[in-house]
């Protein structure tokens, strides 16, 4: 099932957890990410059916079989790294999560705290807050 798009192509899906032409190339990367170290993230469960214990789940057969019709090179790709998916134990699979807004807030304050006290001769107080607003 494709649909086009004026800026991409809807190969698998739809909505934000689709296979597109747009996001392919990253899918890809992370699946052999996930091959050779073992660490989770939410978009191989969300978008190719690989589950938090390393489990395949129904979605990742569906996938495989909708995309193997597909003649374009990164979705050819992407299909040589589902096949070559390792299954790893759950006890070895580390999970990658985002960062708790509480935790991020006391990131940013430990760091606010180092840059005041050690870096106020480098950097202006606009440079500082700046520097702490991107973390």
């Known amino acids: 099932m494709e649909n086009t798009n004026s800026t991409f192509t809807v190969h698998y899906g739809k909505g934000e957890y ?18 050779q170290t073992a660490e989770w993230k939410w978009n191989l469960q969300d978008c190719l059916g690989i589950n938090q214990d390393g489990k395949l789940g129904k979605r990742f057969e569906e996938i495989k079989k909708s995309l193997a019709t597909i003649e374009e090179p990164a979705i050819q790709k992407l299909l040589v790294a589902l096949s070559a998916v390792v299954a790893h134990e759950a006890s070895e699979i580390k999970k990658v999560t985002k960062v708790s807004s509480t935790e991020k807030a006391a990131r940013q304050t430990e760091v606010y705290d180092f840059l005041t006290l050690h870096g106020e001769e480098f950097f202006t107080a606009k440079e500082i807050d700046k520097m702490v607003r991107s973390i």
């Open 18 to 35: 689709a296979i597109t032409s747009a996001n392919v190339d990253r899918l890809t990367k992370a699946v052999d990410h996930f091959n």
